[in-house]
């Protein structure tokens, strides 16, 4: 499966403020995503990195708030706008490869917003 | 989105006995998988299911696609300090995962 490596790890910022992550992986991936997973909680579906176009945002998540880049199909950042302490989360990439077990999740980013 | 319910929500279990956790939707799904999460990690892969019936072991688990591609269960045999965590199902329709509420496990040993 793909080796994935996210960052920051963890992170604590001001309210107001914006925050890259960043998720590179090893080999080339035909699909990105972004979750978010909010403190004792499961997996949300952020968006899906679409390589040289717009993400595409599940319901409840806007570009403005979330804006994705993925300049190729290996690397996509993720930055959390104008922060507030409900955007407190861990933020995950995950890749699907293609091959048999190509389901994979980075290690995320926990943020806390102070 | 899609509803994954997954139970039992949380167990405590003695080290040595065996652990069965399930996952049930409305929805068909194509693929199940089963996800492991340790604290401050994000979930690490265990299992996955491609096929109605398809029953799958790594090691001291073992995994099903219902029938009726609706459920997936997944048992530890024989467990460990070492399997304490929070475990996820998810089930893809299309290219989109959709994930269970997680089942939180504390062996005691």
């Known amino acids: 499966s793909a080796v994935i490596s996210q960052k920051p790890s963890r992170d604590i910022c001001q309210r107001g403020t914006s925050l890259t992550i960043q998720c590179q992986v090893d080999?080339?991936?035909?699909?990105m995503f972004w979750y978010r997973q909010q403190p004792g909680q499961s997996l949300t579906l952020i968006a899906t990195?679409?390589?040289?176009?717009?993400?595409?945002?599940e319901s409840g998540f806007v570009i403005d708030k979330f804006p994705i880049s993925r300049p190729n199909l290996t690397f996509s950042t993720l930055t959390v706008s104008n922060m507030s302490p409900e955007d407190s989360s861990i933020y995950l990439c995950?890749?699907?490869?293609?091959?048999?077990?190509?389901?994979?999740f980075g290690s995320g980013t926990r943020l806390t917003v102070v | 989105g899609q509803q994954l319910n997954q139970s039992p929500q949380s167990m405590f279990i003695q080290e040595g006995e065996d652990v069965s956790m399930n996952c049930t939707s409305s929805s068909i799904f194509n693929t199940w998988l089963w996800y492991k999460q340790d604290p401050g990690e994000g979930p690490v892969l265990l299992i996955a299911?491609?096929?109605?019936?398809e029953l799958t072991s790594n090691g001291r688990l073992t995994a099903q696609f219902g029938i009726t591609r609706k459920d997936s269960f997944l048992n530890i045999s024989a467990s460990i300090p070492s399997d304490v965590g929070i475990y996820f199902c998810a089930g893809l329709v299309g290219n989109q995962f959709y994930f269970g509420t997680g089942t939180s496990l504390t062996v005691i040993p």
């Open positions: 299911l491609y096929k109605a019936g």
């Open positions: 080999s080339q991936v035909t699909m």
């Open positions: 995950s890749v699907v490869t293609g091959t048999l077990y190509g389901y994979t």
């Open positions: 990195a679409n390589q040289g176009s717009e993400a595409t945002y």
